[in-house]
């Protein structure tokens, strides 16, 4: 059986015409050399039997009762043969038209790159204009919805962290990349829809809440398991005073629960980021600092 050079990695959970219409938009990529992977993970509204209806050559993989999506994600990993590993969300897909072409070329080209984070699009209609001035360029960190493992780089760092739960599991993973010397490139010729609703996403109190604590608290996660101790005192209060002075000053009020329920997450995980510390020597944070920031929202140009 000849080696399968690209796995293509998606968990999902009760979002079927989501992930019905990213095969649909992916299918063509499926062949001797990529297969793909669907990890339902406990879905109740019949997910895996119409992926074992329509799409018979999907590798399928079910969770009976929910295990969270960062399990999901560490097991299709760590069980994949393949070289390299593209990860999607199920409400994403390429719209790159040789998306596997430029990922063998740029993993070829670049052996120390690790990781490749794509261009991503947030929204529900795809953009007229899909060109970009965008240049390659290593960068700090990689969203979670599109990106490529060199499946070497996966298996030299730790698994995601479960107990992060949702948010920062990226953050973790660059980390730990940084401290093994694998870089994460940013390639925007490799274009992705995520068809998200930002607004709408984030517009009730109860989603803006959680999100919100899980998003504060995963960066100070990492700030006590990789950064050096003197920076961690700064960081942190530099992290809650942008909330005063951007938000809670400014009348957003419905950040002062999440803000403090993350600032109580952080107490009760002490014991775990100190068992976790992987912390940058001096010079290592210099040269982390000096890296360009993820690149998270692309915007074309009208």
Not at 208 to 234: K, Q
């Amino acid at each position: 059986m000849e080696q399968i050079k690209i796995s293509i990695l998606i968990s999902t959970k009760n979002r079927c015409e989501d992930l019905l219409f990213t095969l649909k938009n992916i299918r063509h990529l499926f062949g001797k050399n990529v297969n793909c992977v669907v990890f339902d993970d406990g879905s109740s509204d019949a997910t895996s039997e119409k992926i074992k209806l329509h799409y018979p050559e999907i590798v399928l993989l079910r969770n009976e009762i929910s295990k969270g999506y960062i399990y999901c994600r560490n097991k299709m990993l760590n069980e994949t043969g393949a070289d390299f590993a593209i990860s999607l969300d199920d409400d994403a897909h390429f719209l790159t038209e040789n998306p596997i072409e430029v990922i063998l070329g740029h993993f070829n080209r670049h052996p120390n790159c690790g990781l490749i984070a794509t261009r991503i699009f947030w929204g529900k209609n795809t953009p007229e204009n899909l060109n970009s001035n965008d240049s390659e360029q290593t960068v700090k960190s990689f969203v979670g919805c599109g990106h490529i493992w060199r499946m070497e780089a996966w298996k030299d760092i730790p698994n995601y962290p479960e107990w992060f739960e949702f948010y920062g599991e990226e953050n973790f993973a660059s980390l730990q990349l940084f401290r093994n010397k694998w870089e994460i490139h940013y390639v925007p010729q490799l274009l992705v829809q995520h068809r998200v609703d930002l607004k709408n996403r984030t517009q009730t109190n109860k989603d803006f809440s959680f999100r919100h604590r899980r998003s504060l608290r995963a960066d100070w996660y990492n700030y006590f398991m990789f950064f050096p101790l003197n920076a961690i005192p700064g960081k942190l209060m530099y992290s809650i005073g942008m909330q005063w002075k951007g938000k809670i000053f400014k009348g957003n009020f419905k950040v002062i629960a999440p803000l403090h329920l993350a600032l109580l997450d952080l107490l009760f995980s002490m014991p775990k980021l100190i068992a976790h510390r992987n912390a940058l020597t001096p010079e290592e944070y210099r040269n982390y600092l000096k890296l360009n920031e993820a690149k998270i929202y692309w915007k074309p140009e009208k």
